[in-house]
C-alpha cells in the first residue's frame, strides 16, 4: 500500500508551492503541492478571499490529482487549512504531519495559537498594516538559515493573505490516524514554546526534532524528505 500512498504538501502564508521544489525530486512517493490563491498577483489580490476559498482552491487540486489515499503534510498557517482538508478527505487521509504548523484546537483560529498578547494585538496588527510583513522581519523569522540567494527570493515572492486566513475559526475532528510533528529547534517565525503547544493540541504519536529554521524544505531538504519517506514507510 505503501507505494500508492501519495503526500499533499501545504505551504504556509505568503509563499508558494515553489518553497517545495528542492524536497519533491527525494520522495519517493506522488507528491501533490497544493498552491494558495493568486500567487505573486499584486498585493490586493487576496484581500476579499475567505477561509472558504482557500479550502475549496485546494479541494479542486486534490481532486483533480486522483489519489484515493495521502498524507497531509502541513507548513506553518497551513496546518490550519490541513486540519480543514483532514476533516473533508477523512476517507482519504491517511496520515498528518505538521511542520512547524499551527495546530489551533477546533472551533478556534490561527490566532489562538499565539502567545499573549500576540494574540490579542494580531486583528489589530492585521487591520492596520495587511499580511505582510516588513522585509526585515521577513529575513528575520523566515529566512534566518537560508542564504542571500534564497532569501531574496522568499522576499521577492512573498504574497499577502486574506486576512481571514488568520482569524478564521476552523471546525475539524482529530482523526484515528498517524500524526507527525517535525519541531524546528532554530525557528524565529514560530518558536519552540509555540510548537510544543502545537505538539499538545495535535495529540500526536510521534515528534521528530530538526535543527533547522522556519523552512527546512529550502534550507535541509533532504534530512527532511528522510523524516517524510520514513514516516509513510510506518503507515500500514
Known amino acids: 500500500m505503501n507505494d500508492k500512498i501519495g503526500i499533499v504538501l501545504i505551504h504556509g502564508a505568503g509563499l ?3 518553497i517545495w521544489n528542492d524536497l519533491k525530486p527525494l520522495i519517493k512517493n506522488s507528491v501533490l503541492t497544493i498552491e494558495f490563491p493568486n500567487r505573486e498577483v499584486g498585493y490586493k489580490a487576496n484581500i476579499n478571499l475567505t477561509f472558504d476559498d482557500y479550502k475549496k482552491s485546494a479541494i479542486e487540486q486534490i481532486e483533480k490529482w486522483g489519489i484515493d489515499n495521502f498524507v497531509i503534510v502541513t507548513h506553518s498557517i497551513g496546518g490550519c487549512l490541513g486540519l480543514s482538508l483532514t476533516d473533508y478527505f477523512a476517507k482519504k487521509v491517511v496520515g498528518f504531519v505538521g511542520i512547524s504548523s499551527a495546530i489551533p484546537t477546533s472551533g478556534n483560529s490561527f490566532i489562538s495559537c499565539l502567545p499573549f498578547p500576540q494574540s490579542l494585538l494580531m486583528p489589530l496588527i492585521l487591520n492596520l498594516f495587511g499580511t505582510k510583513p516588513p ?21 521577492k515572492r512573498f504574497t499577502p493573505e486574506a ?3 488568520y482569524t478564521t ?3 475539524y475532528k482529530i482523526l484515528d490516524l498517524k500524526k507527525l510533528y517535525i519541531k524546528l529547534t ?4 514560530f518558536p519552540v514554546q509555540l510548537q510544543d503547544k502545537m505538539i499538545k493540541n495535535l495529540t500526536t504519536q510521534k515528534v521528530v526534532t530538526l535543527d533547522g529554521g522556519h523552512l527546512p524544505m ?3 531538504p533532504k534530512e527532511l524528505s528522510d523524516i517524510l519517506n520514513n514516516f509513510i514507510k510506518e503507515i500500514n
Open 16 to 18: 508558494g508551492s515553489f
Open 169 to 171: 475559526k476552523i471546525n
Open 163 to 165: 486576512k481571514l486566513l
Open 186 to 189: 532554530n525557528d524565529k517565525g
Open 218 to 220: 529550502i534550507s535541509k
Open 135 to 155: 522585509q526585515k522581519v521577513i529575513e528575520q523569522t523566515l529566512c534566518n538559515d537560508l542564504t542571500s540567494e534564497q532569501t531574496s527570493e522568499i522576499i
